[in-house]
């Protein structure tokens, strides 16, 4: 798996140039970056809990979750001249439902996190409200195939009280069955706003391996690309990728059940026909999550 990783990590690296030409920030969809640090689109369901008969049951869920990053470039800078501290609490209520009808299993949540840095709280400060409605069918021999949709409400401000825009996704997703040290999903979705310019195409494929994995330690390297074909508003024509490398240190430690920690050094950068919307960007720091 060592051999593996090198030649991946060298090519999220071929990904991130010396320098960005960007001048300004671009703000019109910063729920990027949320998505991919929360790893959101793998597509598969969460954990299933089991009965006494041994078959998955419908269950409720929830999670918690506290990163505190250092982020190298909050304003999506070209020059990355400013950084903050980043404090990302979420919390989601998860329900599950097994074989809702044969061959197809549901999950519905609802949600609510943030972003709130040390600075400029009036400009970067964002919470989101979620709500989600997902279905999987799981292909024996293929992997699994879901459909969903996504509604987001997001303001802004130090005290989040500016509502700023609507956003509601229909994604399908597949997730091939490769290997338990080894995870791939790939979906297509369209995003559609109350806001023109984040109307939008994505195309996404995102990989996760184990580097290492031992009783005492896992390190693990996640690597996401998503391609966006913008429809309509100030963005109308522009094409832009977005990359996303992240090596996570996950130390297996005697915590109590459903607290999760680890360590993560996560690379963003963005690849636009837009100047003003390339930025470059790194975030490293602790996670603390809770699932009941």
Do not use: C
Not at 195 to 209: A, H, K, M, S, Y
Request: charged share 20%.
């Amino acid at each position: 798996m060592h051999r593996l990783a090198v030649p991946i990590l060298a090519g999220a690296i071929l990904f991130v140039p010396a320098s960005v030409l960007a001048q300004d920030a671009d703000h019109s969809d910063r729920g990027d970056v949320t998505d991919f640090r929360e790893h959101e689109d793998d597509g598969e369901p969460e954990p299933y809990e089991f009965g006494l008969d041994g078959e998955p049951e419908p269950s409720w869920s929830l999670s918690i979750g506290s990163p505190v990053l250092y982020d190298t470039n909050p304003f999506w800078d070209a020059d990355g001249s400013e950084d903050a501290v980043l404090f990302a609490p979420s919390l989601a209520l998860t329900y599950s439902h097994p074989g809702l009808i044969p061959g197809w299993d549901l999950e519905l949540s609802a949600g609510a996190d943030a972003d709130i840095f040390t600075n400029d709280p009036d400009e970067l400060n964002e919470g989101r409200l979620n709500a989600n409605a997902t279905v999987f069918h799981h292909i024996p021999g293929a992997g699994t195939l879901s459909l969903g949709f996504r509604a987001r409400w997001v303001y802004l401000g130090e005290s989040f009280d500016h509502f700023d825009h609507s956003l509601q996704r229909y994604v399908v997703a597949f997730a091939p069955d490769i290997s338990d040290k080894v995870g791939i999903s790939l979906s297509g979705e369209y995003r559609d706003s109350g806001q023109p310019e984040n109307r939008r195409f994505i195309g996404t494929v995102n990989f996760d391996v184990s580097v290492l994995d031992t009783p005492d330690v896992r390190v693990g390297f996640f690597q996401e690309f998503a391609y966006s074909a913008y429809t309509a508003g100030a963005n109308d024509g522009r094409d832009d990728l977005l990359s996303m490398s992240e090596i996570s240190f996950t130390p297996r430690l005697d915590l109590p059940d459903g607290m999760r920690f680890n360590v993560a050094a996560i690379l963003f950068h963005r690849f636009s026909n837009f100047e003003f919307s390339r930025f470059t960007a790194l975030q490293v720091g602790p996670t603390l999550g809770f699932r009941f």
